[in-house]
């Protein structure tokens, strides 16, 4: 089955404890990219990954790490989380940049 | 001007009945436009993905672009309560990002 996965599902942590969300696809896919969604504001991209050891910002880059050693997982680090990184965070893949995107079921983090 | 723009209601509307979601977008060059459907706790599953104009239809559901007005719709035609869900619109928008609306939150009531 194609998919996307994400884990840890949930998480609750304090400010300041480095955390990785990972994320991984079955597709083949070359594009992967992370969102994070908070009401109001819809989703936004972080950072992206048009191929392997290719990582760029997304529109809220800030106090977040990628990095993409193989094609299949693209993680996501918070080096120093803080409270307004409160947020759902999802990992989204595709063939290449522009096309439909599969997404994973979420990562809701919660920093204390 | 924000790319893609859509109301976020809600909207809750009787089973049964036709839904109209709407979004706008500033760009006239956007050619690819989808709408995705999220339920409670899942992420967003691609619906319905259409280029340039028209209409496209997929069982009890049609996606509407018009290119004149900047206007893509979705229509949900006799809506059941497995409709009810988050609905939401993007293009393929600047340096050929997907841009995301916030998000329409739907209820279809028995």
């Known amino acids: 089955e194609a998919q996307v996965t994400q884990n840890p599902r949930y998480l609750i942590t304090v400010t300041g404890k480095k955390l990785t969300v990972t994320c991984s696809q079955n597709m083949n896919h070359e594009y992967m990219s992370w969102y994070r969604q908070d009401p109001g504001l819809g989703l936004r991209q972080i950072y992206y990954s048009m191929n392997v050891e290719v990582t760029d910002k997304g529109d809220v880059p800030e106090g977040y790490k990628v990095s993409r050693k193989e094609k299949r997982n693209f993680p996501l680090i918070l080096e120093s989380p803080s409270p307004n990184q409160t947020s759902l965070y999802f990992c989204?893949?595709?063939?290449?940049?522009?096309?439909?995107?599969?997404f994973g079921d979420g990562t809701r983090l919660s920093i204390l | 001007q924000k790319e893609v723009e859509q109301d976020p209601g809600p909207l809750s509307v009787p089973e049964g009945a036709i839904v109209s979601l709407n979004c706008t977008y500033s760009n006239s060059a956007f050619q690819y436009f989808m709408w995705y459907r999220q339920y409670s706790r899942k992420g967003p599953e691609l619906l319905m993905y259409t280029y340039s104009s028209g209409n496209k239809e997929d069982g009890r559901f049609t996606a509407q672009v018009d290119k004149s007005s900047k206007y893509i719709s979705l229509f949900i035609r006799d809506s059941q309560p497995s409709d009810s869900a988050t609905y939401l619109c993007?293009?393929?928008?600047?340096?050929?990002?997907?841009?995301f609306g916030k998000g329409m939150k739907l209820t279809v009531n028995p």
């Open positions: 989204a893949s595709s063939f290449i940049k522009g096309q439909p995107q599969h």
């Open positions: 993007a293009t393929q928008g600047g340096s050929e990002k997907l841009v």
